[in-house]
């Protein structure tokens, strides 16, 4: 099953994909473009990952890592599908990136790779924007670049793990307004999803509703306001997200 | 005749559903519930509140002036700009009184003394001569790390394990801390005193960072920012007893023992 939450007619509501229509919980179908789409889970814990596929390891020049690079966000980086991300006036160069997200469905402490599967919910896709001229060396990435606000987009839907069988051999791609510009599988991680879990949940408990972003392949390039950015994964979602620039963003505001 | 109930701080004990208001006395080390007043270590504490908590990295000028040398040369090549800050994630929150543990094959832990800024209103691009209109109080946060040198990665591995970040016991409202710009940090080791700093030190006030930070993340109540730790943390090893003390704020103490006698579970 794919499952949202969106907001409509003044509410939040679960909702859930039924026949190619969006269901909500109370027997309602309502039209993809008249809701407003909230990030499908919330977690209290996101980690991502850094240069976690070789192609896009090399492309920013660094040798792949002996261990995976993970940083954290907080709960004001994500918003959901169709949302629109700030691209602030003095960006030179911003950059989505598109990602395999995994949602934990239960307490994990200590997991081995065997069992890692076990402590998975189910699957989302991610853009994980980064603006390249707030990168600082320490506690690189720094969070002035990896947890702006809505600068993560997420869904549109948590894919249930029994739907999604091959986790590790999806395709990946990015399009910035129809033309594709990322491509890649999954497979071509570098720490795979239960290598993840298991050294993620050595160094502590994982819980319930704990989102992991896999990292992006090669294929990044700059994007600017008015970009529609559409980050997809066979079988996980089409996530959609709009550029916007200082102005647009703060319309109404002056 | 019963005194007025006139509370300066609020805090959650486990029996609790929800954060309750509570007057604290750190003079005598009590702490009134309503009616019931009752001694700090007589209580199962857990933390007072449930936002997202983010830590700030060399924000004491001690802490800066360790790193000036090394700043200008490989990773790091030049000192920082933006606040530096990671986050604390809720397996790290632990309440007074309950144990750090420490990792197998590990000596010690840091100790970490740092104020939390507690967020009373959503605080987005704040000015910083507004800033303190955002804050609700403030509480002592044990920021527990592995030692480890180089900052150039996030440190998970080092400050995001479970236990690492005792908070509390209560958040003291704002109105009770009347110079937050020069509180006395102090942290002990089994009963001696390591180390003393002081919000004096801080190279960004708590005013700028709240203005640096919310000027690309959104802060929302409940959240707590905390505004570093000194330079030269002290170690703690298995079986001692930490207290981090910041004067007008309150104390957490919490026993450091081996994770392998905590059992599987924190």
């Given at each position: 099953m794919k499952r949202a939450r969106i907001a409509y007619a003044g509410a939040v509501h679960d909702a859930a994909e039924v026949n190619g229509r969006l269901r909500l919980a109370d027997g309602r179908f309502v039209h993809e473009e008249e809701v407003v789409w909230l990030p499908p889970v919330q977690p209290r814990t996101v980690f991502a990952l850094g240069l976690n596929y070789a192609d896009h390891a090399k492309e920013l020049?660094?040798?792949?890592?002996?261990?995976?690079?993970?940083?954290?966000?907080?709960?004001?980086?994500?918003?959901?599908?169709?949302?629109r991300t700030r691209r602030p006036a003095d960006a030179g160069y911003m950059h989505y990136e598109c990602e395999l997200g995994v949602v934990i469905g239960r307490p994990a402490k200590r997991v081995d790779r065997a069992q890692a599967y076990d402590y998975v919910a189910g699957y989302t896709v991610a853009n994980d924007y980064a603006i390249r001229d707030y990168l600082e060396n320490y506690y690189r990435p720094n969070l002035r670049v990896k947890n702006r606000d809505g600068c993560t987009p997420l869904g549109p839907w948590l894919v249930d793990k029994?739907?999604?069988p091959q986790p590790m051999n999806l395709r990946l791609r990015t399009l910035v307004n129809g033309k594709t510009t990322q491509?890649?599988?999954?497979?071509?991680?570098?720490?795979?999803?239960?290598?993840?879990?298991?050294?993620?949940?050595?160094?502590?408990?994982?819980?319930?509703?704990?989102?992991?972003?896999?990292?992006?392949?090669?294929?990044?390039?700059?994007?600017k306001p008015g970009d529609e950015v559409v980050t997809e994964i066979e079988g996980v979602g089409r996530l959609v997200n709009f550029m916007v620039g200082d102005d647009a963003f703060y319309r109404g505001n002056a | 005749m019963a005194d007025a109930f006139a509370p300066n701080a609020f805090a959650k004990t486990r029996d609790m559903r929800q954060a309750a208001p509570a007057l604290v006395d750190p003079r005598h080390g009590t702490v009134r519930f309503g009616a019931r007043t009752v001694d700090v270590d007589a209580l199962d504490w857990d933390v007072p509140v449930d936002g997202t908590v983010y830590g700030t990295l060399l924000n004491f000028r001690g802490a800066l002036d360790s790193l000036a040398e090394a700043m200008n040369a490989p990773p790091y090549k030049e000192p920082p700009k933006a606040p530096i800050l990671y986050l604390k994630p809720p397996n790290t929150w632990i309440g007074h009184g309950k144990p750090i543990p420490l990792p197998d094959r590990e000596d010690a832990v840091e100790i970490g003394a740092a104020l939390g800024v507690v967020i009373g209103r959503t605080a987005s691009r704040v000015k910083a001569a507004e800033a303190f209109d955002f804050v609700r109080g403030y509480t002592v946060v044990n920021d527990v790390?592995?030692?480890?040198?180089?900052?150039?990665?996030?440190?998970?591995?080092?400050?995001?394990r479970d236990g690492f970040c005792p908070i509390g016991p209560w958040v003291i409202e704002?109105?009770?801390?009347?110079?937050?710009?020069?509180?006395?940090?102090?942290?002990?080791?089994?009963?001696?005193?390591?180390?003393?700093n002081s919000t004096a030190h801080l190279v960004r006030s708590i005013p700028q960072l709240l203005a640096d930070v919310t000027d690309f993340m959104t802060l929302s109540p409940g959240d707590i920012l905390h505004v570093g730790t000194p330079e030269q943390a002290p170690l703690a090893r298995?079986?001692?007893?930490?207290?981090?003390?910041i004067e007008g704020v309150g104390w957490i103490e919490n026993p450091v023992m081996r994770e392998a006698e905590l059992g599987a579970a924190p």
């Amino acid at each position: 099953m794919k499952r949202a939450r969106i907001a409509y007619a003044g509410a939040v509501h679960d909702a859930a994909e039924v026949n190619g229509r969006l269901r909500l919980a109370d027997g309602r179908f309502v039209h993809e473009e008249e809701v407003v789409w909230l990030p499908p889970v919330q977690p209290r814990t996101v980690f991502a990952l850094g240069l976690n596929y070789a192609d896009h390891a090399k492309e920013l020049a660094f040798k792949a890592p002996d261990e995976p690079l993970v940083f954290m966000k907080g709960p004001n980086a994500l918003i959901g599908h169709r949302g629109r991300t700030r691209r602030p006036a003095d960006a030179g160069y911003m950059h989505y990136e598109c990602e395999l997200g995994v949602v934990i469905g239960r307490p994990a402490k200590r997991v081995d790779r065997a069992q890692a599967y076990d402590y998975v919910a189910g699957y989302t896709v991610a853009n994980d924007y980064a603006i390249r001229d707030y990168l600082e060396n320490y506690y690189r990435p720094n969070l002035r670049v990896k947890n702006r606000d809505g600068c993560t987009p997420l869904g549109p839907w948590l894919v249930d793990k029994a739907d999604v069988p091959q986790p590790m051999n999806l395709r990946l791609r990015t399009l910035v307004n129809g033309k594709t510009t990322q491509e890649g599988r999954t497979r071509d991680m570098i720490f795979d999803i239960p290598f993840l879990i298991e050294y993620l949940s050595a160094i502590m408990t994982l819980a319930a509703g704990d989102l992991i972003l896999t990292g992006t392949p090669e294929g990044l390039v700059d994007v600017k306001p008015g970009d529609e950015v559409v980050t997809e994964i066979e079988g996980v979602g089409r996530l959609v997200n709009f550029m916007v620039g200082d102005d647009a963003f703060y319309r109404g505001n002056a | 005749m019963a005194d007025a109930f006139a509370p300066n701080a609020f805090a959650k004990t486990r029996d609790m559903r929800q954060a309750a208001p509570a007057l604290v006395d750190p003079r005598h080390g009590t702490v009134r519930f309503g009616a019931r007043t009752v001694d700090v270590d007589a209580l199962d504490w857990d933390v007072p509140v449930d936002g997202t908590v983010y830590g700030t990295l060399l924000n004491f000028r001690g802490a800066l002036d360790s790193l000036a040398e090394a700043m200008n040369a490989p990773p790091y090549k030049e000192p920082p700009k933006a606040p530096i800050l990671y986050l604390k994630p809720p397996n790290t929150w632990i309440g007074h009184g309950k144990p750090i543990p420490l990792p197998d094959r590990e000596d010690a832990v840091e100790i970490g003394a740092a104020l939390g800024v507690v967020i009373g209103r959503t605080a987005s691009r704040v000015k910083a001569a507004e800033a303190f209109d955002f804050v609700r109080g403030y509480t002592v946060v044990n920021d527990v790390c592995l030692p480890h040198a180089s900052l150039f990665r996030p440190p998970i591995r080092q400050r995001c394990r479970d236990g690492f970040c005792p908070i509390g016991p209560w958040v003291i409202e704002r109105a009770a801390v009347t110079r937050p710009e020069r509180l006395t940090l102090r942290v002990f080791v089994d009963g001696g005193l390591r180390a003393e700093n002081s919000t004096a030190h801080l190279v960004r006030s708590i005013p700028q960072l709240l203005a640096d930070v919310t000027d690309f993340m959104t802060l929302s109540p409940g959240d707590i920012l905390h505004v570093g730790t000194p330079e030269q943390a002290p170690l703690a090893r298995a079986g001692e007893r930490v207290r981090v003390e910041i004067e007008g704020v309150g104390w957490i103490e919490n026993p450091v023992m081996r994770e392998a006698e905590l059992g599987a579970a924190p």
